[in-house]
T-cell receptor, first 112, second 114 residues
Framework: SQQGEEDPQALSIQEGENATMNCSYK?????LQWYRQNSGRGLVHLIL?????REKHSGRLRVTLDTSKKSSSLLITASRAADTASYFC????????????FGTGTRLKVLA | DAGVTQSPTHLIKTRGQQVTLRCSPI?????VSWYQQVLGQGPQFIFQ???????GRGNFPDRFSARQFPNYSSELNVNALLLGDSALYLC?????????????FGPGTRLTVL
């Protein structure tokens, strides 16, 4: 079963705009990760945020985590056509085992 | 360095058949995990192996099995294939089994069951 749900399911923006996608999850976690997937192929790890962190940056990516609301957001600033992909959040379980549970994904399309 | 490799890239089988998928992790990585991704969904965890031992199993029937070899490569076997087994099967490797270890995914094997 899916742990998390991304919102929106699909997003279409113009190049240069910012893209924000949200993830909600159900159980307590140790950390949350965001992945990108191009055209139904392998996933690429983007960023990890631990449960005791509230915000993290990596290049044009900004991730926030609100454990009280069991939600996270991924912001991509100054989007490029190459950012077109599906984005997934993934959570571990509170024991920190490696059983990552992925959300349903947000399909982002960046128009040139 | 080579990334995670998977073979074959595509596979077509008929119901009731058996299939074996293969994965080679990044050099130095001792953990391999398998995921099933049905079209339009996120990946679902099937197995994790570390040092040739099963460390985790997802909610999949016994028709699914896996093993890890001394060189840390892995095979996923699915018996008595059903139409619903059609999916992209992803392999991910990591250094260890700590959840903060980054998983590196292979390109996947697309299985079609007719």
């Amino acid at each position: 079963s899916q742990q998390g749900e991304e919102d929106p399911q699909a997003l279409s923006i113009q190049e240069g705009e910012n893209a924000t996608m949200n993830c909600s999850y159900k159980t307590s976690i140790n950390n949350l990760q965001w992945y990108r997937q191009n055209s139904g192929r392998g996933l690429v790890h983007l960023i990890l945020i631990r449960s005791n962190e509230r915000e993290k940056h990596s290049g044009r990516l900004r991730v926030t985590l609100d454990t009280s609301k069991k939600s996270s957001s991924l912001l991509i600033t100054a989007s490029r056509a190459a950012d077109t992909a599906s984005y997934f959040c993934a959570t571990d379980d509170v024991l920190g085992t490696y059983k990552y549970i992925f959300g349903t994904g947000t399909r982002l399309k960046v128009l040139a | 360095d080579a990334g995670v490799t998977q073979s074959p890239t595509h596979l077509i089988k008929t119901r009731g058949q058996q299939v074996t998928l293969r994965c080679s992790p990044i050099s130095g990585h001792k953990s391999v995990s398998w995921y099933q991704q049905v079209l339009g969904q996120g990946p679902q965890f099937i197995f994790q192996y570390y040092e040739k031992e099963e460390r985790g199993r997802g909610n999949f029937p016994d028709r699914f099995s896996a093993r890890q070899f001394p060189n840390y490569s892995s095979e996923l076997n699915v018996n008595a294939l059903l139409l619903g087994d059609s999916a992209l099967y992803l392999c991910a490797s990591s250094l260890g089994v700590v959840s903060t270890d980054t998983q590196y995914f292979g390109p996947g094997t697309r299985l079609t069951v007719l």
